[in-house]
């Protein structure tokens, strides 16, 4: 909780044209190995979760 507190009032201050305080600026974010292009897979899992609440 106080990760995300913090982090969120760095958000604020960046949007406040404050001093830039982000502590991950500059990090590279790779993408997902084995992951191109739109995520086909994301309506399969939403029907994998709907017929998870009907059984459940």
């Not at 106080?2 to 790779?30: C, V």
């Not at 084995?34 to 017929?51: A, E």
């Amino acid at each position: 909780a106080q990760l995300s507190t913090h982090l969120g009032m760095i958000i604020a201050d960046a949007i406040l044209g404050r001093p830039d305080r982000n502590p991950l600026k500059g990090f590279e974010w790779p993408a997902v190995p084995g992951h191109f292009g739109k995520p086909w897979f994301l309506p399969l899992v939403g029907m994998y979760y709907k017929m998870l609440d009907r059984v459940g």
